[in-house]
């Protein structure tokens, strides 16, 4: 019967060399480069983030955002109809900042609102969930647009930042994924043509 050091020692030497009859040696690339796999393509299909971009770009074409704003609409619906959509924003526009902004909160994704001279909206902002931020815009990176929706139509530089703006025509609007320096959407814009 072996005793427990015994065990011990065999069970470190099989680790170590990779063998139970201590030759050869232990190869540690192969689970490396499965694991290192994995986490790229579960990058590229984490199934929430790319639920909630298909449901952007498809309502863009309609110049709507999806979820608890839907129906709002750029250039037709006015700033009353977001108010009696949603309620006031917790912080309004003003002169340093032109959006109506709304926050995340308890899952719910966060929005801006920006209007026209007429006070109909001129752009909306998704700005995602906080919690859980993987499951939403921060599963959406360049590859997963491309994957899902693919090749954007422009790629701008945000000025004075290290954003890149992937910008998708729909219809008469422009749907703009704003990719953080961490390579995920920061938040996303749509405004008309």
């Known amino acids: 019967m072996l005793t427990k050091k015994t065990m011990a020692t065999a069970v470190t030497a099989t680790v170590l060399t990779g063998s139970v009859l201590g030759l050869g040696m232990a190869s540690f690339s192969a689970p490396a480069q499965a694991a290192s796999q994995s986490a790229a393509a579960s990058e590229t299909t984490n199934p929430r983030a790319a639920e909630i971009l298909n449901e952007l770009y498809n309502t863009a074409f309609k110049g709507e955002m999806p979820q608890d704003i839907e129906g709002l609409k750029v250039n037709k619906s006015t700033q009353s109809d977001v108010y009696n959509k949603i309620g006031e924003p917790e912080k309004k526009a003003d002169a340093g900042n032109p959006f109506d902004l709304y926050s995340s909160n308890m899952g719910n994704p966060g929005y801006g609102f920006s209007y026209n001279k007429d ?19 921060g599963g959406i990176t360049p590859a997963v647009l491309s994957e899902q929706i693919g090749s954007a139509d422009q790629i701008l ?19 703009h994924f704003v990719i953080g320096s961490d390579q995920t959407a920061d938040h996303v814009n749509l405004k008309a043509k």
Request: charged share 20%.
């Open 157 to 175: 530089t945000v000025p004075h930042t290290n954003e890149t703006d992937y910008v998708y025509f729909t219809g008469d609007y422009e749907l």
């Open 119 to 137: 006070n109909t909206i001129s752009q909306i902002r998704y700005f995602g969930t906080g919690v859980e931020r993987q499951q939403n815009l």
